[in-house]
DNA sequence: TGAACATATGAACTTGTGTTCAGGTATACG
DNA sequence: CGTATACCTGAACACAAGTTCATATGTTCA
């Protein structure tokens, strides 16, 4: 599965050398990986894009507004807590999420601004 | 499986409202959600970030820095190829490739930032 | 207390995704 | 030519992930 520094013949060994040194680790790629699978479903996507907007929003209306039902709502919202992307607040019956990673509204803004407004994209 | 503008009891039906004009639409969400979806795997992201780092690097050099198979790497290439993350140069038998996309680098670097530095996430 | 409501949860099902393996193409070189 | 090299591709497999359905928890209100 893992190729080491092995008897392998290599193209370029030197550049290879020295992008190894500044590789990110493996376990920093999970980590972030996780975080961009966050935002890899429209669904949440939108979720998140909501709560933005919004501020904060109650289960039932963030599944009314992305058009998803309440369990499929609750059960990604669960992910998103979990992975502290929002904060959930209890009020009676109603629970009202809102993004609680600050670092998330500057990510869906440098996409939203580059995949959806631009589509000049050469090099 | 979609919820119309129907008879549901919203909690804040003006919020609802508000949010629903400036939401974004649900083929914009998928771009988008295809676009993070790329990134979403530590060793694409991986192969992304060693790419930036070393200007271009052949396939087989490439899987080398990842530790991934040179069959793995070619199909994770492919996936970015077609999504026109990266581009390949051909020369003689070898295949240089390396990212074409301006944004993902932005992209990363916030990401990297806030996710791999900062860990003090609160609000 | 009991009925209606808002949300959460678990299990089952279905689909998507990454990896591996076994070839397949194309180029270089002797 | 034939062989080695560098990469690509398709099929098969195992596992992850999203959705749905049924049900549970907790809260309000009559």
Redesign the interface.
């Known amino acids: 599965?893992?190729?080491?520094t092995n008897p392998?013949r290599?193209?370029?060994p030197d550049?290879?050398g020295?992008?190894?040194e500044?590789?990110?680790s493996?376990d920093?790629?999970?980590?972030?990986?996780?975080?961009?699978?966050l935002?890899?479903?429209?669904?949440?996507?939108?979720m998140v894009?909501?709560l933005l907007?919004?501020?904060e929003?109650?289960v039932?209306?963030l599944?009314?507004?992305?058009?998803?039902?309440e369990s499929g709502t609750s059960h990604q919202l669960r992910q998103l807590r979990l992975a502290?992307l929002v904060r959930a607040r209890k009020e009676g019956r109603?629970v009202y999420y809102r993004v609680?990673?600050?670092?998330v509204r500057?990510?869906l803004d440098?996409?939203?601004e580059?995949?959806?407004h631009d589509h000049d994209?050469r090099?």
């Open positions: 599965m893992t190729a080491e392998e290599l193209v370029d550049r290879v020295a992008v190894r500044r590789m990110m493996s920093d790629a999970v980590r972030l990986a996780e975080r961009f699978q935002l890899a479903d429209p669904v949440r996507l939108r894009y909501a907007e919004a501020g929003l109650s039932g209306d599944a009314a507004v992305v058009g998803s039902s502290g109603v609680a990673d600050t670092h500057l990510l440098v996409a939203v580059h995949y959806l994209d090099s």
